[in-house]
């Protein structure tokens, strides 16, 4: 039987290329042999225990691919339409489904766990616990401002918290483009150390954290690697598509979802693209609230973070 391929290289963001490991084990099992992965980002898969080889997608002889391998392709019609007519809506499915489904199957829910080993050993030597944040911009519907950010480091550190943040300037090219820039600010108490970690560093100092907070990121996915109390601050996405399972149990484990005063979900509700389009279609990027609103209400207020984040960590 030749070798086998899953190209990844129309994967753009981390998360995603993240999501694709439970998919990853799937080909391996069924195919009894590791697989070689395409990506734009090869590191992620380095150490994968059902990868063979793991290459950059600008890196190889495709004719060769295409000839030598059986080539499984996902992520290929992201925004578009197929023959038929029909679109692959990221935003009303499982981001770990999406691909399996691109090759045609599903996973059992014991089959969505994410696995991820760094590639460099822990540099940073941490003298104290310590809850690590993600302060980053992505799309609006799912960025929470910097002041809010500021606004609860401040509350950790006069709780006695120890605070590092970490992040790294980014940008999403593909059917849609957006910059995600990190939000840089001084932590009195604690370390700011964006835009200085590799994707194992940001692996060590998830896994050795009290906490993780974030909103939907790459840095999500990744910490569903790990066992770290994660808190997933809300947004206009369904969370149920996003939330990390955790262990082989196939369920939610050391997670916390912080809603705001909206629980619409409306990114995630088909409806809307019914409103925008005339058909059932992904809705467009949400630069806006789709209900017309004058902000975010499904981003939750710092007081309401502060207070699952202290009652959360309490009870580990």
Known sequence: MKQVCLNLSECPALGDLICATPTIRKLSRAYEQNITVVSPVPELFKKNPYVQNSYKS???????????FIMHNSFTNVGKKNERGVEMKHNTMDIRQFHAVQLGFM???????????????????????????????????????????????????????????????????????????????DIPHGMNLMNQTSISDCYHLIHNASCFITMDSGLLHLAGTTNTPI??????????????????????????????SCALQCCSDMKYGVKEWGSVQGVQPLIGCLENKDKFYCHPEVDQVYEEAINYISTL
């Open 58 to 68: 600008t890196s190889i002889d495709w004719d060769y691919f295409n000839e030598h």
């Open 107 to 185: 996973l059992d829910r014991y089959e969505l766990y994410c696995e991820y080993s760094p590639t460099e050993p822990n540099r940073f030597d941490i003298p104290h616990k310590y809850i690590l944040i993600h302060p980053v911009s992505t799309w609006p519907n799912r960025t929470w401002p910097a002041e809010k950010w500021m606004e609860l480091v401040k509350d950790l550190n006069d709780a006695g918290f120890y605070v590092i943040s970490v992040g790294k300037d980014s940008s999403e090219t593909g059917f849609f483009n957006v910059d995600k820039p990190v939000f840089n600010f």
């Open 231 to 260: 808190i997933h601050l809300g947004s206009s996405l369904n969370p149920n598509f996003r939330a990390p399972y955790r262990t082989v149990h196939g369920q939610y484990h050391n997670y916390k979802y912080v809603a705001g």
